[in-house]
């Protein structure tokens, strides 16, 4: 006779742990996850910023096991710690672009003269805020030139991307990450190829990961944005909407541009369960009446996903 937890779905020991159940929910078996977390993602510090990218992947009919995306700290100011969010790679908006049949190819890159520059200042790090020093040796420009058949004519589109505005910058400084370090001049190629394509392509492609590794939000809100946890810090407790403003009063300077973004970071909140993040941001965001509102609602809306993820 077989013993009752060996009918039990376990997830493989790996730094990033998910319940058998969201796991299910995604379509993926405990071996796949491993080696996304593992291998495809290694630089994921919350499994909800893997999760965002096995479902960007899904809707758009990608194999997540080529890495068409990545996963991308971002600087939140409002916020002052990193958060995790989901862009294509330079090899996702080519295949965009290709699926339009209308690409129809790529001159090789130019760059500019060769600079070096050192970097200094501090930078917050997984082992908190440092003092960092590096010298660097880069392409002041690169520009690349994208075709694409306009009317049956072959088009071309140029777009020239800056070493200095382009590089990615580690936590809240101006020191260049290890990559842009490690690879000035290839770096910078990805992002003047993303550029030109999106000249060519502006209603097929956005920005890329490589654009935007590093770069400040300034409390703009971004799709696809979890919370990345602060190291050996407890998170906070979430804290619930205050009785004095009902989740269905809506305060009187609401307008509806604030109430539609409010609505749709609870809908993509609910979508990832990233509950927590979507608090932070509305704490950083707003305040008064509006922030008990939007609080309100984003509670109300956790409740109600509670019974539907009990009974799934």
């Known amino acids: 006779m077989s013993k009752p937890n060996q009918a039990l779905t376990t997830v493989p020991a790996c730094r990033l742990a998910i319940p058998a159940q969201s796991l299910a929910e995604l379509g993926l078996d405990p071996a796949t996850w491993q080696v996304l977390v593992e291998s495809i993602f290694p630089a994921a510090k919350t499994v909800e910023g893997v999760q965002l990218a096995v479902r960007y992947c899904q809707a758009r009919g990608l194999d997540v096991m080529k890495r068409p995306v990545h996963v991308v700290p971002m ?63 880069f392409p002041a420009w690169c520009e690349v030139t994208v075709y694409r058949l306009v009317g049956g004519v072959r088009c071309p589109f140029t777009e020239t991307v800056f070493w200095e505005e382009s ?122 009446e509006v922030l008990a509102y939007a609080l309100a609602e984003l509670d109300r809306a956790e409740q109600a996903a509670q019974p539907s993820a009990q009974a799934a």
């Not at 989901?86 to 672009?97: F, L, S």
Request: charged content about 25%; proline content about 8%; overall charge neutral.
């Open 167 to 288: 590089y990615s910058r580690m936590g809240g400084g101006e020191v260049p990450t290890a990559m842009w370090v490690k690879r000035p001049r290839g770096q910078l190629l990805k992002c003047a190829k993303a550029a030109s394509l999106r000249a060519a392509f502006p209603e097929e492609t956005g920005y890329t990961a490589e654009e935007m590794a590093g770069k400040p939000i300034d409390g703009e809100l971004v799709a696809m944005t979890v919370a990345v946890p602060a190291t050996g810090s407890p998170a906070a407790p979430r804290p619930t909407a205050t009785p004095d403003t009902p989740s269905d009063q809506v305060p009187p300077d609401l307008d509806e541009a604030t109430q539609t973004q409010i609505e749709g970071l609870i809908l993509r909140a609910a979508k990832s369960r990233a509950w927590a993040s979507a608090q932070d941001y509305f704490k950083g965001r707003f305040q008064g």
């Open 75 to 137: 600087w939140n100011r409002t916020l002052g710690r990193e958060v995790e969010t989901v862009w294509p790679g330079i090899a996702e908006v080519q295949t965009t672009a290709a699926r339009t049949g209308q690409w129809a190819g790529m001159d090789p890159a130019r760059f500019g003269a060769d600079e070096t520059r050192t970097f200094a200042g501090r930078a917050k790090t997984d082992d908190g805020w440092q003092e960092l020093k590096v010298q660097v040796t």
